[in-house]
């Protein structure tokens, strides 16, 4: 697989991957402006414009940082640290095309690693802050991180075994060049695994509630009530962005149709928009699934994530017998 | 030839006849003299043996033999026996009638097991060696059932005349360097038990090795 | 009756009356748009809560305008103070004041903040919210009207 | 092979330095010590870049002919990671050592277990290995009981240590030897000539004795319970050792005997083999998030990473019987790779907690905390071990777990669906296991180290001396560079899997720093990856410089305007992992009290509520206890048998003589 990689392909790897991260830098808060809107909507409200994250983001970069006086070196470092691995995460990924920078060594794992240094960087940071609150939500976040894991890795495996490598621009590749790939059993079995793990890992409802103002539910709320200012435009931004990349990555991975395989900025284009719509429809159907479910109790969510891995096992199982 | 197997055979047959006389007699003084006979015969054993190989290492262990478990022993068994006002052996923990018993069921067993050494090289001396085992398992019966320390000792150097006998009778003796190890370590375990005994004597004033039991946690 | 699907709802036209025409006279629009408030109740009968809770609501929905009420004071841009500050309240609302980072703001809700109001001189009263800081915004009435504080809300996003 | 030997002729000298006098005798028997590990060191790196293998054999030195030397491939790879461990241990304990760990005993235990330590590997005769097993067990001990007047827990573990050390010695001697027999000497090129010619059974029987030593020492789980106990209660650098080096010669010796000596075996072999890893990596990474004290942790987490090093093991076994060579050199590669990851940053972790608790005086997480400032070197070498156990992107844990994802990954293509289930249940242990040990050391960092100290003990903490903290470097510095280009090591790796398993030697990964699987359809490259992390860091840092205010204030932790926030508000290590310890309470069976003192006047006010949680060893409580018991109750029935009487005794054995005369009648 070592393609002879000429410097025009590394400089235009480069320039997608650029896109691609002001892309998500831009669209990941829209995404959650989309969700609020479609939630007020539904409740009968006119809610807050689209744009809303994007200028709470822009006010929260005018205000001061604040320090938690016990706090040591760690805490400052967190948002940078939790939101450049997001957009490594992203700009790696075949989101628009596939082959941004680095794509050979695009492995689901990279990303999915990538994104436990995010959480394992927002625990840390949880229990630096010396508060009750910050250790609730690292110990909860970290165990359901870590419940996670299992179906999200096995669901990994069922793409591996279909596509033959666990690189993310072959999967989506092999799904463009074998359409009977995305609607085969183990694939959607997949998807219904991974939704799940996305649901627990980007701390949406039915596991976590973004806008719960009790810091005794909060889960991902909990590790972050210390940052202010610029620190917490960091984390919100790597928030919307994590969601986003996953949002993309299940879309892309099952529905690839869009993703630009050449480097023709005509194709880049298409691979722009083919990402928002499809970014846009998943978004919706979040929003109105969350509008329907309440939260469901911290011990019932390891059952939800016990649901998953079977799902991925399944997805597996079937992958084995029908090849 | 003949004249060397009579001698052979009454010796061999004497050393078990007082091994049993041992477990017969209460008299502890007593004991210790049907030792030295035991021990006089056992060098007879040895010398007729080395007489008839024209052995030379073998007659200077019949000497041995006969020096130490002849002499040397029994006098330093009735020195420790003069100190030990009760001469008279208290009642053994197996009666007398029932030692007897048992030391013919031993002496049916050394049959039966040595018949197998026996096949092994059927020469007139080895067709003894029942004798010389039979005298291992009563000398070990006479350890174990009495109680006076000195008796026990008897019973000690019973099993290792009974041993010598064996290794008489089959391979005509062993090298000197072992059975000089072997005399060693008899006259060894002889002093200890006699320190044992002195000091047990003037710890408890008696020599039952009974009063042993207190000493367990 | 059977609650409408989402989707049934999610195109039909919103209850919330439409906004009235901004006064430009008082907007100082400082917070251009986005503005998060901590609630903070320093000692209030909850009447003032209720009508906060309306203004945010799908009537009033004060959230079209970018406010928002923030679990912490660190994400917030002031405090949204209602009640007379009683003893017990003095010092958590000065710790809560303090853990809002600059430039920030206070908005004193319904009477009771705004000069004591029914309660002032109540035997757990401490003191004023005016002796703690010097309230930004007021928001007279008691408790004030939700209308009221939508538009002190718009005042400060400036929308 | 003769750098090793003069290694080991330094290590002998380093024992000899303790007759010194007492303040002279650790730095010289220290500095000793780790001129052996460097010599040692160069010798087996030198072995693993030529590959050629080279033997020693010095007759009469030892009854059963002579010790037998024999340096190749895969003895070189774990003498070169013991050395390195070594090395840093002994630097460490020049600052570290104090009190009764200065006496000669210990000083001495220590040189001769590092020693023995480099020899095991390059044994290559049944005596020579056991010899070195046996000096390499009872100065472990030694070392383990060398602080038991301050710590009684030390003799309870000293007990447990040894009784399995030598139990799991007893079962790798009888396994060799009934090889040895079968096979007309006693040295392994014998062997190796006569393994084909033995019959199955006999290789099974040989094999399973020999599992049950080896795995008992690498802490396979239902063998391990000897490693929680004693590797806190060790002093720190012994601790380190045992956990970065002697742990995983169990797994060499797994490998040296199974794929080596008996050339493979039979599919059943390492199909048990995997399932002990797979047991090992769930077990062990569950009982770290449950435990509270900061060594135990660690000692869990090493049963869970050589689980996961076991299933590499196993499926490389599997997948090799199975005719899969490819697939089998890549997982094989990938359990060796994480060997060596694993006894740096292992080590490094075991330093790090010795540091902390030689400044607080605690191991307990609880007790702990606050330590970043006071001690910040420690704690930036603890944060980085840390997050390579954690497998993050560009620490060595990541490059490992990956190599092994993909191996297990890449076994798929197999047909035997015994092997392919296997497999998948590999993957499931690695996922979860991973899962589990993030939250374990989220805990330990994040509780020990950081927040606020919850002891005067924590808060009056110093930092350690630069001895320690120049050791703990020196073994966190792989963990970035084997994180950052493992490609360079993969080659040396591939030879050290090659002798052991006899398989392809071509390396499975492309050359380059990177790695890129070679005949799979895989690749990492850590080093642009590591760059790509360090850009987006200094981006974003550029942009908030350029539009974000720049204020920074220092303020009181929100904690929602209580009055007074003590440090026994935040959470605890127990707390920590209490929702786990929920979610798996079947597993564990924590048993947590809670009682509530009332007041003297009337019920319904409580003066005090206490709560207190113990999670202890499941596999102990259920599996050794009952037969320690039945050992117990044996006991006491042979004692009322031995009053003192003189005369019961000569009964016994009258009767024993009786008896056997009959019997041979």
Redesign the interface.
């Known amino acids: 697989m070592t393609a002879t990689v000429s410097t025009v392909h590394v400089w235009s790897g480069i320039a997608i991957s650029v896109v691609q991260v002001i892309a998500l830098v831009l669209g990941a808060p829209l995404a959650l402006g989309l969700m609020a809107k479609v939630r007020a909507r539904v409740e009968g409200r006119v809610g807050a414009p689209i744009r809303q994250p994007l200028l709470d983001l822009r006010k929260l970069l005018t205000k001061e940082r604040v320090h938690a006086e016990h706090a040591s070196a760690a805490l400052p470092i967190v948002p940078f640290v939790v939101a450049a691995s997001v957009v490594v995460a992203v700009a790696i990924s075949p989101l628009i095309s596939t082959s941004p920078a680095l794509s050979e060594s695009a492995d689901l794992l990279v990303v999915v690693s990538l994104l436990l240094a995010g959480s394992v960087a927002l625990a840390i940071g949880g229990l630096d802050t010396g508060t009750a609150f910050g250790g609730m939500g690292a110990s909860r976040a970290m165990t359901i991180g870590a419940l996670a894991e299992p179906a999200l890795l096995v669901a990994v495996v069922a793409l591996a075994i279909q596509a033959g490598s666990t690189n993310l621009p072959a999967i989506v590749a092999g799904t463009l060049a074998h359409p009977a790939w995305a609607a085969s059993p183990e694939r959607l079995l997949a998807l219904g695994a991974l939704s799940i793990v996305v649901l627990a890992e980007t701390g949406r409802l039915p596991v976590d509630n973004p806008s719960t103002h009790l810091e005794l539910t909060m889960i991902h709320e909990a590790m972050v009530l210390e940052y202010a200012g610029p620190d917490l435009a960091l984390v919100t931004v790597g928030q919307a962005m994590r969601l986003g990349l996953l949002v993309a990555l299940i879309a892309n991975l099952f529905f690839p149709w869009g993703v630009a395989t050449s480097f023709s900025p005509a194709a880049i284009a298409i691979g722009l928009v083919a990402l928002g719509l499809k970014v846009t429809v998943i978004v919706v159907v979040i929003a109105l699934v969350e509008v329907r479910t309440a939260k469901l109790r911290l011990f019932r969510v390891p059952e939800l994530l016990a649901g998953g891995f079977v799902l991925a096992v399944l997805a597996v199982v079937t992958g084995l017998v029908t090849r | 030839m003949t004249l060397y197997l009579e001698v052979l055979e009454i010796a061999a047959g004497a050393v078990l006849v007082c091994a049993v006389v041992t477990l017969w007699r209460r008299d502890v003084r007593a004991i210790v003299t049907i030792l030295a006979v035991q021990g006089v015969c056992l060098g007879i054993v040895a010398g007729d043996l080395a007489i008839h190989q024209r052995d030379l290492a073998l007659g200077a262990t019949a000497l041995l033999v006969l020096a130490a478990k002849g002499l040397v022993v029994p006098l330093l068994l009735r020195r420790v026996l003069r100190k030990d006002p009760r001469s008279r052996e208290t009642t053994p923990l197996v009666n007398i009638p029932a030692s007897l018993v048992a030391a013919a069921a031993l002496i049916v067993l050394s049959y039966v097991v040595s018949s197998k050494i026996i096949a092994l090289d059927p020469s007139p001396a080895t067709r003894l060696v029942p004798l010389g085992v039979a005298t291992v398992l009563v000398g070990y019966f006479l350890l174990v059932t009495r109680q006076r320390t000195v008796s026990q000792i008897v019973g000690l150097l019973v099993v290792d005349n009974g041993i010598a006998l064996v290794t008489f009778l089959v391979t005509s003796g062993v090298p000197l360097i072992v059975e000089l190890g072997a005399s060693l370590d008899v006259l060894l375990v002889v002093v200890v038990l006699q320190v044992l005994a002195t000091s047990l004597g003037s710890r408890f004033g008696s020599f039952e090795l009974d009063e042993l039991t207190e000493l367990h946690d | 009756m059977r609650p409408r699907s989402a989707i049934r709802s999610l195109f039909a036209t919103p209850a919330t009356e439409p906004a009235p025409k901004p006064d430009e006279a008082d907007s100082d629009g400082r917070f251009r748009g986005s503005l998060q408030l901590r609630h903070v109740d320093a000692g209030s009968c909850n009447g003032c809560e209720l009508e906060i809770t309306s203004a945010f609501a799908p009537t009033y929905d004060a959230g079209r305008y970018g406010a928002r009420l923030v679990a912490s004071p660190r994400h917030a841009d002031g405090l949204l103070v209602t009640g007379v500050v009683t003893r017990n309240m003095d010092g958590p609302l000065r710790k809560t004041l303090d853990a809002v980072p600059e430039p920030r703001v206070v908005v004193a809700c319904g009477d009771c903040a705004v000069s004591g109001g029914a309660f002032a001189d109540g035997y757990g009263v401490a003191s004023r919210l005016s002796d703690v800081i010097a309230a930004d915004v007021e928001i007279p009435g008691c408790p004030p009207h939700p209308a009221a504080i939508t538009e002190a809300l718009r005042g400060l996003t400036g929308r | 092979m003769t750098l090793l030997l003069l290694g080991l002729a330094l290590g002998a000298l380093a024992a000899a330095a303790a007759a010194l006098p007492v303040h002279l005798r650790v730095p010289v028997s220290c500095l000793l010590v780790a001129g052996a590990c460097v010599l040692a060191f160069l010798g087996a790196v030198a072995e693993l870049r030529s590959g050629h293998v080279s033997t020693a054999h010095t007759a009469a030195l030892l009854p059963m002919n002579g010790i037998e030397l024999r340096l190749d491939p895969l003895a070189a790879l774990f003498i070169a990671t013991t050395a390195f461990v070594g090395f840093a241990a002994a630097i460490y304990s020049i600052g570290y050592a104090h009190g009764p760990l200065r006496s000669r005993t210990a000083v001495v235990s220590f040189a001769l277990f590092v020693t023995s330590l480099l020899c095991v590997p390059a044994a290559s005769s049944v005596a020579t290995l056991l010899f070195a097993w046996e000096m390499m067990a009872v100065t472990s001990l030694l070392l383990l009981l060398a602080e038991h007047r301050r710590r009684a827990q030390a003799l309870d573990a000293a007990r447990w240590y040894g009784a399995m050390t030598q139990a799991g010695a007893a079962a790798i001697l009888l396994g060799l030897l009934l090889l040895a027999a079968h096979s007309g000497g006693q040295d392994f090129t014998a062997i190796r000539a006569h393994a084909p010619s033995i019959s199955i059974p006999i290789r099974s029987i040989a094999f399973v004795l020999v599992l049950l030593g080896f795995a008992s020492k690498a802490g396979a789980v239902p063998l391990h319970v000897w490693l929680p106990r004693a590797h806190p209660e060790a002093p720190s650098p012994v601790s380190a050792l045992m956990s970065g080096a002697m742990v995983s010669l169990g797994i060499y010796g797994i490998i040296r005997v199974g794929g080596d000596l008996l050339d493979g075996g039979v599919l059943w072999w390492w199909l048990v083999v995997l399932a002990l890893g797979v047991v090992s990596a769930l077990y062990g990474a569950l009982h770290a998030?449950a435990s509270s004290d900061l060594k135990r942790l660690l000692a869990y987490s090493t049963i869970d990473s050589m689980g996961l090093v076991l299933i590499g093991v196993g499926a490389a076994g599997a997948l090799r019987t199975t005719g899969h060579p490819h697939a089998a050199t890549l997982s094989m590669v990938a359990a060796l790779f994480f060997v060596v990851a694993h006894a740096s940053f292992k080590g490094c972790l075991f330093l790090a907690a010795g540091a902390a608790e030689r400044a607080t005086g605690t191991r307990d997480l609880d007790r702990l905390g606050?330590l970043?400032?006071p001690m910040?070197a420690t704690?930036v070498l603890f944060?980085v071990a840390a997050?390579a156990v954690?497998?993050?992107?560009p620490f060595s844990g990541?490059a490992g777990e990956?190599l092994l994802?993909?191996g297990l990954?890449h076994g798929?293509s197999d047909t035997s669906t015994a092997t392919?289930i296997a497999l998948?249940v590999g993957?499931?242990a690695?996922?979860?296991a991973?899962?589990?040990t993030?939250?374990a050391f989220?805990?330990a960092?994040?509780?020990g180290f950081?927040?606020?100290p919850r002891t005067q003990g924590a808060a009056e903490a110093r930092e350690v001396a630069p001895t320690m903290r120049l050791a703990m470097g020196i073994l966190a510095l792989p963990c970035l560079l084997l994180g950052l280009v493992p490609g360079l090591v993969i080659p040396m790796v591939a030879r050290a899997a090659n002798a052991g398993f006899a398989l392809p030697s071509a390396s499975p990964v492309?050359p380059g720093a990177?790695l890129?699987l070679s005949g799979?359809?895989?690749?990492?490259?850590?080093a642009?990856?590591a760059i790509?992390?360090v850009a987006?860091?200094g981006?974003?840092?550029m942009t908030?410089r350029v539009?974000?205010?720049r204020?920074?204030?220092?303020?009181?932790?929100?904690?929602?305007?209580?009055?007074v926030?003590t440090?026994r508000?935040?959470?605890t290590a127990t707390?920590?992992?209490?929702?786990?310890q929920?979610?798996f309470t079947d597993v564990l069976r924590p048993d947590n009290d809670l009682e509530v003192t009332h007041a003297a006047e009337s019920r319904f006010y409580t003066q005090a509520v206490t709560y207190s949680n113990r999670v202890d060893d499941a596999v102990e409580r259920s599996l050794y206890r009952p037969v320690i018991s039945a050992l117990a109750w044996w006991g006491t029935v042979a004692r009322r048998a031995?009053?003192?009487?003189?005369?019961r005794y000569?009964?016994f054995s009258?009767v024993a003589?009786?008896i056997v005369?009959?019997v041979?009648?």
């Open positions: 998030t606050g970043a400032r910040a704690t944060c997050l954690i497998a993050l992107p990541f990956w994802l993909q990954l798929f392919v998948l993957v499931v690695l996922a979860l991973a899962g589990l993030a939250v989220v805990k960092l994040g509780i950081l927040g606020r492309v990177g890129d799979f359809n895989g690749a990492i490259e850590p642009l990856l790509a992390i987006g860091l981006a974003i840092w908030l539009v974000a205010n204020a920074t204030r220092r303020a009181e932790a929100w904690g929602s305007g209580r009055e926030q440090a508000m935040q959470y707390a920590f992992g209490e929702p786990l929920r979610v031995q009053n003192g009487s003189v005369h000569l009964a009258f003589l009786v005369l009959v041979l009648a």
